[in-house]
């Protein structure tokens, strides 16, 4: 077996990329090595992370522009549990509230119906019993995604509400926006797959957004 020592890999050309190893074969980390990852840098996974425990970050994205809705992909449904979102300073343009539907087949269609216990064709993640006003900041939002239908019956996937606050502009506080509620699918025995913001009324703008893989 070879063995190659070396203090440091860089790419041939600046801002290249360096590939290590071919299709099919593992690479190994031995028992006592630490892989350390430096302040300001970035991990990027777009295939499949496990056996690591706990959160895995999926994806992340930070929105600068105004628009109607935002779209999300919930990848590696075999891999996962559950999945955890997390989302902070967005602001919702016009007096209305922010909504959220499910899909289960890739953002195609979304689920329009059977959301329960509020039976609408939604999930209000800014609740009614909160006074809608406008440029609302809706900032540390979290929420469970239970999206793997193993049994292929309803009421089997859904979301649960754990946090979020938001601040009025007609006033300097922050709201508590007492989110800690479920919502449970009976109208689908599919897996979610994807799902969807928005807001009832006009547009919203900003936020950061992180979306995390539960494993075992």
């Given at each position: ?13 600046a ?9 099919g ?42 628009v ?16 955890y ?31 329960s ?32 239908n ?44 994807a ?8 547009n ?13």
């Amino acid at each position: 077996m070879s063995h190659v020592k070396t203090d440091k890999l860089s790419a041939r050309t600046a801002s290249g990329t360096i590939t290590l190893g071919e299709s099919g074969e593992t690479l190994t980390v031995p028992s006592g090595v630490t892989l350390a990852v430096a302040s300001g840098a970035t991990i990027s996974n777009a295939g499949t992370a496990s056996g690591f425990g706990g959160l895995i970050l999926l994806s992340s994205l930070t929105n600068s522009s105004s628009v109607s809705e935002l779209e999300f992909s919930l990848p590696d449904l075999n891999d996962y549990r559950a999945y955890y979102f997390y989302f902070t300073n967005l602001t919702g343009e016009s007096a209305g509230y922010l909504r959220m539907q499910l899909s289960t087949d890739g953002g195609s269609t979304y689920i329009t119906s059977g959301y329960s216990p509020q039976s609408t064709n939604y999930i209000d993640v800014h609740r009614n019993d909160i006074s809608s006003v406008a440029n609302c900041v809706f900032q540390n939002f979290g929420m469970y995604i239970f999206a793997r239908n193993d049994n292929s019956v309803a009421y089997s996937t859904g979301v649960s509400f754990q946090s979020g606050s938001f601040k009025r502009s007609a006033s300097p506080q922050i709201i508590q926006a007492q989110l800690y509620f479920n919502t449970i699918v009976n109208s689908t025995t599919s897996s979610i797959n994807a799902f969807k913001l928005f807001m009832s009324t006009g547009n919203m703008s900003g936020g950061t957004f992180k979306l995390y893989g539960i494993t075992n």
